[in-house]
């Protein structure tokens, strides 16, 4: 079993930065992926971003390319996500997740979840 535990959400203005967090422990494999999805309320989950653990190769949604930065400290098992020039339609409740197969970004494959971690983007 792997348990994830997000960080960092909160309110901010249009335009503005966010950091989310989100460290893995219990049993995590050696070659895994860890990633971002989200969803709004109404909306399905998407994904925004994953990382590998081996080759560090990222994985983003056209949505959230060149604004999120996903990088990983895999010494410490945490996945974070940078977030600059924020919109209100990223405005969600952002959930952190891990598998040891897939690094897609189809919310379906992945086995482990978080709990979410809500963020709210004003204009």
């Known amino acids: 079993q792997v348990q994830l535990v997000e960080s960092g959400g909160g309110s901010v203005q249009a335009g503005g930065s966010l950091r989310l967090a989100c460290a893995a422990s219990?049993?995590?494999?050696?070659?895994?992926?860890m990633g971002w999805f989200r969803q709004a309320p109404g909306k399905e989950r998407e994904g925004v971003a994953s990382?590998?653990?081996?080759?560090?190769?990222?994985h983003y949604a056209n949505s959230v390319k060149g604004r999120f930065t996903i990088s990983r400290d895999n010494a410490k098992n945490t996945v974070y996500l940078q977030m600059y020039s924020l919109k209100p339609e990223d405005t969600a409740m952002y959930y952190c997740?891990?598998?040891?197969?897939?690094?897609?970004?189809?919310?379906?494959?992945?086995?482990?979840w978080g709990q979410g971690t809500q963020v709210t983007v004003s204009s």
């Open positions: 997740a891990y598998d040891h197969r897939v690094c897609l970004l189809d919310h379906s494959l992945w086995d482990y």
């Open positions: 219990g049993y995590t494999h050696s070659q895994n992926c």
């Open positions: 990382i590998e653990s081996d080759s560090g190769a990222t």
